[in-house]
């Protein structure tokens, strides 16, 4: 009898909950580095990290924390004032993100958040939090992502305020341990394309679930706001297609897709809006490993991608 390894990948989807419930513990001792109440504050990252800082600007604000918008490194707007920049980024070394703390250096404070003490942000950023019992052997980031959302949701939760509807991380750390535990739908399992939908913060949430498909599955996978899903993208959904939605229903979702035959992903067994959307995020992290070993790839070694992008040149 063969006996199949486990990828490092799903090991490190499966220590979620320990490193989302180290990062609550944690959150006081990065008081320099975390926005303070009122501030207008820029969040930035790269691909993934990108993602994360979508989703906690939305929480931050729409919390009333502060105004917060979010970027992709590289599309930074020059000119634009901000009291703070938190920069996400897991190995410390990409181009983007350190050409921009370099260019603002002196001028904003910055931040950073990142798993490896040893790297060039340490001296970019002003303050830096290092989350390194969250960093990852793995290419395709997973566990570093979640736990620097969970860590800025502490920080919002600390301060008292998170938005309407938002769970508390402690629901949501057991909800991670039921999204790691419990079985893939088959239905979702076997189809063909998926299609992930946010509503808020949720939204960078369905991006990233797009993302990790693409990375380790190569699947076809498109990602929506969920109010958007009907001016066009629902062309696209019939019988063997997935709508895998983060958060609560808008109202008359699931009458549309059952009327085009698509499936309307319900990973909990219930109501979406019964598990944190950040738990959901496990189930759409674990599918894409199932999906990639079901098509013969290796989720640890994923095609055309490393683990930092390091450019040779500024721009290049």
Not at 72 to 82: C, D, L, Q
Not at 163 to 176: M, N, Q, T
Not at 204 to 223: C, F, N, V, Y
Request: hydrophobic share 45%.
């Amino acid at each position: 009898m063969t006996t199949v390894e486990t990828s490092r990948t799903s090991l490190e989807i499966a220590s979620q909950p320990d490193a989302w419930r180290r990062a609550v513990a944690s959150v006081h001792s990065y008081a320099e580095v975390l926005p303070r109440r009122g501030e207008r504050v820029a969040v930035i990252g790269c691909g993934t990290s990108w993602f994360m800082a979508l989703a906690y600007a939305q929480l931050r604000e729409s919390g009333g924390h502060g105004e917060t918008d979010a970027f992709a490194a590289s599309e930074f707007p020059a000119g634009r004032t901000y009291d703070r920049i938190i920069a996400i980024t897991r190995s410390g070394t990409t181009t983007e993100v350190l050409d921009l703390l370099t260019r603002v250096k002196g001028t904003v404070a910055t931040g950073a958040i990142t798993a490896d003490p040893t790297t060039p942000v340490m001296t970019a950023a002003d303050a830096v939090a290092v989350l390194d019992f969250a960093d990852e052997q793995s290419v395709v980031q997973t566990r570093f992502a979640t736990t620097v959302l969970v860590l800025l949701r502490a920080h919002l939760e600390a301060e008292g305020a998170l938005p309407a509807g938002v769970r508390p991380l402690a629901d949501a750390i057991e909800d991670a341990e039921r999204a790691v535990a419990e079985p893939l739908d088959p239905a979702v399992c076997g189809a063909e394309q998926f299609t992930f939908l946010g509503i808020g913060w949720t939204y960078g949430l369905a991006l990233e679930a797009g993302l990790k498909m693409r990375e380790a599955a190569g699947a076809w996978t498109e990602a929506y706001p969920a109010m958007e899903y009907r001016h066009g993208p629902i062309s696209i959904t019939g019988p063997g297609r997935v709508v895998w939605l983060f958060g609560a229903e808008p109202l008359g979702l699931a009458d549309d897709i059952a009327g085009v035959g698509g499936i309307y992903a319900d990973a909990s067994g219930d109501r979406a809006e019964a598990i944190d959307p950040l738990a959901d995020l496990i189930r759409a992290q674990r599918l894409a490993v199932h999906l990639a070993e079901a098509r013969g790839y290796d989720p640890d070694r994923p095609r055309n991608l490393t683990r930092s992008v390091i450019l040779t040149s500024a721009g290049a």
